[in-house]
């Protein structure tokens, strides 16, 4: 198994990155809003919602590659909170969406095991990784343009340089292609702002993974209380 690259100066705070996941979350629910309770009436909201899944996507590897997070287990903890959390959203997002893609918290699911096949030795797990990305990415929400997005900033934060930091823009500009705009780009904007202020804010782990269902759910319920 490969151990972790050594940490390098590129950081950002802890406070800051529990910031960028409300952001996140807020963007995401006011998109969410738009498009199911408003009928999509808010450009606006809709371009600001473009930037929540890059935002989660780095808040994510962030954490992955934090020094120990391989060896500590932490992917396979992950990948764990993620399939609990979005089966238990499965139902509302089926009613809003239906069964295809799968939800985004799917779409992360399959960003951190691919970054956990990517860490490890050999080339059978370079391989699953290939076909994980290939073929999972065609039944997750937003597809292979999400899981670009997440692998660029994996890469960037493993070893930032001005190349990686190009890739992972780009990465974040082929969500162009299911967004219609290029809003999600805006998102290295806020994650570059988050790095120069603290906002201090109490960690809580488990508030996003709670969010998302109970979210859609409440959504869900108000479209069928109005629907009848």
């Not at 629910?29 to 989660?56: C, Q, T, V, W």
């Not at 808040?59 to 020094?67: A, D, I, S, W, Y």
């Not at 779409?107 to 391989?127: K, N, P, S």
């Not at 900033?153 to 290029?182: D, E, K, Q, V």
């Amino acid at each position: 198994m490969k151990t972790q690259p050594p940490v390098s100066a590129w950081s950002i705070s802890n406070d800051s990155l529990e910031a960028l996941k409300w952001v996140g979350l807020l963007l995401m629910a006011g998109d969410h809003i738009n498009k199911y309770l408003l009928h999509e009436s808010s450009p606006a909201l809709y371009a600001l919602g473009r930037m929540a899944m890059p935002l989660f996507g780095f808040v994510l590897m962030v954490n992955l590659t934090r020094p120990g997070a391989l060896e500590s287990g932490l992917h396979l903890r992950v990948m764990k909170r993620l399939a609990i959390f979005a089966l238990l959203a499965t139902p509302a997002f089926v009613h809003l969406v239906g069964w295809w893609p799968l939800n985004i918290l799917a779409t992360l699911f399959l960003a951190t095991l691919i970054v956990w096949l990517l860490e490890r030795d050999g080339w059978a797990a370079r391989c699953t990784a290939l076909i994980a990305f290939l073929v999972g990415g065609a039944v997750v929400e937003f597809w292979w343009p999400a899981l670009l997005c997440c692998l660029g900033s994996w890469a960037f934060l493993r070893r930032p340089n001005g190349l990686r930091m190009l890739l992972w823009a780009l990465a974040m500009a082929s969500l162009t292609a299911i967004n219609g705009n290029f809003a999600a780009v805006a998102a290295l904007l806020l994650i570059g702002g988050a790095r120069q202020v603290e906002i201090p804010l109490p960690r809580s782990r488990w508030v996003f993974y709670a969010f998302y269902p109970i979210h859609l759910s409440l959504i869900a319920l108000v479209l069928i209380v109005t629907e009848n």
